[in-house]
């Protein structure tokens, strides 16, 4: 039987390019003393995720989260084994992704990891919150197939960024547990990393459940 691999490295390069770019962005604006701004590295999380979106939905419906993909298991809308290689997938790409910016710079402490300003608890409420509203939106744009991919695309990379806005300061506004993965592992900042893998996955799960009791139906934009 074929294998077919094209599902797998769409999310890995497209997580790859999401970590690379996003986190990215958070090593420049300290390498340049600010001048990326913390609105300016919202922004790019946002518009790499909505490039991203359209670059590969069609080869893997564009998760580029393990909380995401986690979510859409429970959904009964992606099989165990799938859910299991996407997930590996977006690890996978994360990793790459810090280990490249740390050959870019190697002298920076952090490489954009994730962490908290504020209490563990009010963080975890905090990721779990912001994870919720991601999912919800992401499920309704799934539900809403006569949207253009250029549309949907563009909301979910809003809310991204808006998010980001909001919440960076405060958590670092992962919503993502790659994401934050890549950066703790890699830097060796890892004390923090349980916050933002549990609670993050809780939300997109949360979101899904929320989604079945009020009786709503949706589909994954996850193409065969």
């Not at 999310?11 to 913390?38: C, D, P, R």
């Not at 893997?60 to 165990?80: D, R, Y």
């Not at 963080?123 to 809403?144: C, G, S, Y």
């Not at 960024?161 to 060796?188: C, D, H, I, K, W």
Request: proline residues 4%; charged residues 10%.
């Amino acid at each position: 039987m074929r294998v077919n691999y094209r599902k797998w490295l769409a999310e890995y390069v497209g997580t790859f390019a999401l970590v690379f770019v996003g986190t990215g962005a958070i090593i420049v604006n300290q390498e340049s003393n600010g001048m990326i701004t913390h609105a300016g590295v919202s922004i790019t999380f946002g518009a790499i995720v909505m490039g991203m979106i359209l670059v590969f939905s069609k080869a893997s419906g564009a998760h580029l989260n393990p909380a995401v993909s986690c979510a859409f298991f429970i959904s009964g809308s992606l099989p165990a084994r799938q859910f299991l290689l996407y997930a590996a997938s977006q690890f996978l790409g994360a990793l790459s992704a810090s280990l490249s910016l740390r050959l870019l710079f190697p002298l920076n402490p952090s490489l954009g990891v994730t962490q908290p300003s504020i209490s563990p608890m009010q963080t975890i409420a905090l990721e779990f919150f912001l994870t919720f509203l991601l999912m919800a939106v992401i499920l309704k744009v799934a539900e809403k197939r006569e949207s253009s991919l250029l549309a949907n695309s563009f909301i979910i990379g809003l809310v991204i960024a808006l998010e980001a806005l909001l919440a960076g300061p405060l958590t670092g506004a992962s919503m993502n547990p790659a994401r934050s993965f890549g950066p703790a592992l890699v830097s060796g900042h890892m004390e923090h990393l349980w916050i933002y893998l549990v609670p993050t996955t809780l939300g997109a799960v949360g979101a899904v459940l929320l989604w079945k009791l009020v009786g709503s139906r949706f589909k994954t934009a996850l193409q065969a």
